[in-house]
């Protein structure tokens, strides 16, 4: 006849059981969260160095747009009236019509 087995031996043997899976699980999330956090962390880094360069992109759009008004108000002092110069030729040639009909 065989010996039934004790239920106390039974449970603390599943207990032993249930503690080392509870720690490998454990170990399993503290791993996952380990990588998680140099994700976060080398994310961080990478969007400090990205609006680095983007203010530094902007600054250097900002000085060239400078640049470009400056150029454009120059241009636009140097830039002939021509509207002053159509009425003027245009009243240079109804002058030389008036005295072409009186003269001829």
Do not use: C, H, Y
């Not at 080398?42 to 470009?68: F, M, P």
Request: hydrophobic fraction near 45%.
């Amino acid at each position: 006849m065989t010996a039934a087995p004790d239920p106390t031996t039974n449970v603390a043997v599943e207990l032993a059981q249930l503690r080392g899976e509870i720690s490998t699980g454990f170990e399993a999330i503290k791993g996952t969260l380990a990588v998680l956090v140099e994700r976060t962390n080398r994310t961080d880094t990478d969007v400090k160095q990205l609006r680095s360069d983007t203010e530094a992109e902007l600054k250097k759009r900002d000085e060239e747009i400078g640049k470009l008004r400056t150029e454009l108000e120059e241009l636009k002092k140097g830039r002939w009236p021509l509207a002053q110069i159509a009425v003027l030729v245009s009243v240079g040639g109804l002058i030389a019509a008036v005295v072409a009909l009186f003269v001829t």
